[in-house]
């Protein structure tokens, strides 16, 4: 049961972090505010996807004074899908919530997808207003994205839109298996092919004010656009 006044049982709430110790602490701080909102049984996860810069350091020095905040720590960076499938492993509540550790989404806009968790729904997807990005990166996400939907089938608005509520029953029928960038595909792909209902919800997107994205450079982007061709091949020889 939900507390008196608040809407969801329990909650998890993590972020993937990979160079993110400008942004990271106060992300923790305001997902703790976001959290308590919501519920009384709550947790805050960080995954430090082996950072290069002072993202661990802050968070040791943030878990010293906060005992509901879990810290887990990669002995190598595994990419983008692999820091989201240790948070999932890690989250113990009935609901996860997720976002990136970059702040370029706001945390406190949670309790807007709690609302729309109702009884029925599975998973509570935003889509960007007013992406803040540079022109050519909103080019290729927007190629990206009509690709993605094209070629999988796809009824989300963004499914690149890595702020995300779901129920943890969800994580139990569907299995991630990518550790690259394309994971975000791979998990809506799955999710609409088991049937869970999505609603969406429109969220604003910000400027990203500390460290570099990785997803836009050429290697990187090269990797993702060669594991998306080979996810939808897969796809193709299941149908067969």
Known sequence: MASPGKPLQSLSIFFPCYNDEGTI??????AFRAAEELTDDYEVIVVDDFSADRSRAVLQELAKSNPRLRAVF????????GALKSGFAAAQKDFIFYTDGDGQYDVGELPRLAERMREGVDVVNGFKVNRADPWFRRLIGWGYNLAARF??????????????????????KVKLESDTGIVCVEMMKKIQDAGFRVEEVPVRH???LYGRS???????????????????????????
């Open 25 to 30: 602490g106060s992300l923790v701080r305001l």
């Open 151 to 172: 070629a999988f089938g796809l009824k989300v608005r963004d499914v690149d839109c890595d702020f995300r509520l779901l129920r943890r029953s969800v994580l139990e």
């Open 206 to 208: 910000f400027p990203r």
């Open 74 to 81: 990669h002995d190598a960076n595994r990419g983008y899908g």
């Open 214 to 240: 990785q997803f836009f450079s050429l290697p990187h982007l090269t990797r993702s656009v060669l594991a998306l061709v080979r996810f939808w091949w897969q796809t193709r020889q299941c149908l067969r």
